[in-house]
């Protein structure tokens, strides 16, 4: 089966991408044929400065290396290096309607908090599509807020099919219910844009300075907590095997402990959990030729899938040359 996902290059990876996306994508790769890359054409609907786009399109690529990405296992890249998603994105955007795009959720939030949107924005999950569809995906693994787009890209398949030949596979999400949604500093959804992410990736003290901005209600450190309402606690969960859980869970309930103890705990969890990562990371970091050859050799292999969809895809159209 072919699993496929992509990572924007927006800001730096978090929990919330590690836990819905990531760990999932490092259990398929030993067992599915992986295709993983680095959104950064996403990434330009929401650009600050190159500098920021170079940094964060390496780091992605650091990052998910470090974490155990394997070249030899799966093929991994960088989305501009394979431009034909581009000219799919083209031909996929007759089989969708402007109604049903002004339907997108993300692009209604970003437009609500203020943002003033690109035509790229608009069209965002065209081009999400043609990443999905360019290389067959049967499978895509993603957090809760991006099933509109998984529904959009399967409609726009079918649409397509439907119109101008079957040639292009429709996917399945695939959302896991237990992380779908992980919880940010604030408790709304940890994301980039929202500026309450915990970055695992981030120095000792940057992590600790997050972990203890963590929001929690005013009990006094005797009381009796609620793990189910807490955040400290529903992010702790996620690197916990049930039995820690449980444990974990009567530490709350039991009170003695403050919320600068079950900070403590979470911390000590992030960092234990990162730390042999971090030391992979280092190592990437002083051998970057390695990181520019492993996205080259990703780039060959998606440009070869890639070239041959849209062959068959220009064919169905009628596009010259014939
Ligand atoms: P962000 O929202 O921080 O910009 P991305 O849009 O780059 O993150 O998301 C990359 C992947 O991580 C996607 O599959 C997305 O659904 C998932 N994801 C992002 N934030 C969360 C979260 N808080 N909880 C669960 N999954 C998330
Ligand atoms: N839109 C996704 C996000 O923000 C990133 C992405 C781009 C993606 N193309 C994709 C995810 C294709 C899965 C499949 O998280």
Not at 21 to 44: C, M, P, R, T, V
Not at 202 to 224: F, H, N
Request: glycine share 6%; proline share 5%; hydrophobic share 35%.
């Amino acid at each position: 089966m072919r699993v496929l996902t992509g990572l924007q290059p927006s800001g730096k990876l978090h929990l919330g991408n590690y836990f819905s996306a990531i760990k999932k994508i490092l259990d398929y790769q030993s067992k599915e044929e992986l295709f993983l890359f680095i959104a950064n054409l996403h990434a330009l609907t929401t650009f600050r400065s190159k500098e920021e786009l170079k940094d964060y399109t390496l780091g992605c690529a650091l990052d998910l290396l470090a974490l155990g990405v394997d070249p030899n296992k799966s093929v991994f890249w960088v989305q501009s290096d394979v431009p034909e998603v581009t000219e799919l994105t083209w031909y996929l955007s007759q089989s969708i309607t402007v109604s049903q795009l002004q339907l997108a959720h993300s692009f209604k939030d970003k437009v609500a908090k203020g943002f003033v949107p690109g035509a790229g924005l608009f069209t965002y999950p065209i081009l999400m599509a043609s990443d999905i569809l360019l290389f067959s995906a049967e499978k895509v693994p993603v957090g809760k807020d991006q099933k509109q787009h998984l529904e959009f890209a399967r409609d726009i398949a079918e649409r397509f099919n439907a119109q101008f030949g079957p040639v292009l596979t429709l996917p399945e999400p695939d959302i896991d219910e237990s992380t779908a949604t992980v919880p940010g500093i604030d408790g709304a959804k940890m994301s980039k844009s929202y500026n309450n992410t915990i970055d695992f990736f981030g120095t000792e003290k940057e992590i600790k300075k997050k972990v203890m901005a963590i929001v929690s209600d005013s009990k006094a450190i005797e009381e009796p907590k609620d793990p189910d309402t807490s955040i400290i606690y529903q992010i702790h969960s996620l690197f916990l095997s049930p039995s820690e859980r449980e444990t974990q869970k009567e530490k709350y309930k039991q009170g003695g402990f403050g919320y600068g103890d079950l900070k403590k705990d979470l911390l000590e969890s992030i960092l234990t959990h990162f730390a042999p990562f971090r030391s992979k990371r280092e190592e990437l970091t002083q051998n970057l030729d390695y990181v520019h050859s492993v996205l080259a050799k990703g780039k060959e292999k998606a440009k070869e899938v890639a070239q041959s969809k849209l062959t068959e895809v220009r064919k169905t159209l009628g596009i010259y040359p014939f």
